[in-house]
């Protein structure tokens, strides 16, 4: 019998795993008579904020829509300048452009992470850049303390772009922690992904709250009282229930699951043209991703003969944002050389890692990285 494929993503195992508590989840949410910001997102607000350890979280429609009301409610206002990363998902710099603020780009490190040394020459060369949205990428946690002191030393707005990396850990410190605010996704691909679109913002400012639980329903502060122009972008009810009963309650064994297959790749892949993802051994990638680097020219190569042993492999990501298309016309600023987000893009391949590969199929994704065949 043909084996079969093995996938980046396997929503089917999911539901196999979670089904039935998705099911009483919905059907409370159906009893219950309340579709829109009732006690269910109440409480997976709270319960999500005691996870996080921060005090307060908001629910919100997507990742995207948490940036965009995390920069605004933390003070981003439009012309603001805003340092990021050129290698993330594009709602990164889309959400600070739709806050009107303007993105500086400066490169990443070897990991593929915003370069924070970059970051301290940048800041202190420039007074005008007072806000930063930072993105712990792949999973990996950037280094925590290197970002407080950036935060302090520049008096600097930081929304941490925990998109891809709830749960993320530097030096026994969380991330999502350094910011005044940080934006969280559910988007169903991410390590806690929700079955549609979602979204979270968590902060330690009441203030900071207030503001995106306004923000996220139009803008008003009172029922039909609308302060500023907000967006509608409410987590549903069903949404709350499904991420705080069925899925929530296993986020630590699905880390720690894809910290195993993590583990794995690390000793047990070998090969002299793919190079493995090497993190300080502070950092504690909770692993959304298993990006590897092979040489640009053999980017294709590589893919086709995984494909060829059924197993499908991704790009994160293969254009900078710096060249997207929807960049053109619009105002930013590159203010470093991006010769590693450059490579990055030509050269890096992602490997199925998620909670529900078996042993065997993580054995079939080595052999078939060591027996790719050689240039
Ligand atoms: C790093 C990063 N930031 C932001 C987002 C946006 O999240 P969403 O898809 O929920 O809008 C994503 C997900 O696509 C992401 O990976």
């Known amino acids: 019998m043909a084996e079969s494929q093995i996938l980046l993503n396997d929503f089917k195992r999911q539901w196999a795993d979670t089904g039935e508590s998705v099911l009483d989840a919905v059907r409370r949410v159906g009893e219950s008579g309340w579709y829109v910001l009732g006690r269910e ?173 306004s923000l996220r329903d139009y803008g008003q502060s009172q029922r039909y009282l609308h302060d500023e122009v907000g967006l509608n972008s409410r987590l549903d009810e069903v949404h709350a229930a499904i991420l705080g009963h069925a899925f929530l309650p296993k986020l630590a064994a699905w880390t720690a699951r894809r910290h195993e297959v993590a583990q794995a790749y690390l000793s047990a892949i070998r090969h002299p043209e793919v190079r493995l993802p090497s993190l300080p051994s502070s950092a504690a990638s909770v692993w959304h991703l298993f990006p590897v680097c092979v040489p640009a020219q053999r980017r294709a190569s590589f893919m086709e003969h995984a494909r060829a042993a059924g197993v499908l492999t991704a790009i994160h990501y293969p254009r900078l944002i710096t060249d997207q298309p929807a960049l053109r016309g619009q105002t930013f600023e590159v203010r470093s050389p991006l010769p590693r987000a450059t490579a990055l893009a030509a050269s890096e391949v992602s490997l199925p890692i998620h909670p529900f590969l078996t042993d065997d199929e993580i054995s079939r994704v080595v052999a078939a990285v060591n027996t790719w065949g050689g240039a």
């Open 41 to 213: 997102v109440a409480d997976f607000e709270r319960t999500l904020a005691a996870r996080v350890g921060r005090a307060h979280a908001i629910g919100c429609a997507s990742g995207l829509d948490a940036i965009e009301i995390g920069l605004r409610a933390s003070g981003v206002t439009p012309g603001s300048k805003v340092l990021t990363t050129p290698l993330s998902a594009f709602a990164t710099t889309l959400a600070i452009l739709r806050a009107g603020a303007v993105p500086v780009f400066v490169d990443v490190d070897e990991h593929g992470l915003l370069d924070l040394d970059l970051c301290r020459m940048v800041l202190a060369s420039d007074p005008g850049i007072r806000a930063m949205v930072p993105v712990h990428l792949y999973g990996h946690p950037l280094d925590l303390k290197a970002l407080a002191e950036l935060r302090d030393q520049f008096a600097l707005t930081v929304v941490e772009d925990c998109a891809q990396a709830i749960g993320a850990v530097r030096s026994g410190q969380q991330v999502g922690s350094v910011g005044q605010v940080t934006a969280l996704s559910f988007y169903p691909t991410k390590n806690l992904g929700a079955l549609g679109d979602g979204g979270a913002i968590t902060t330690d400012d009441a203030g900071i709250a207030a503001r995106c639980r």
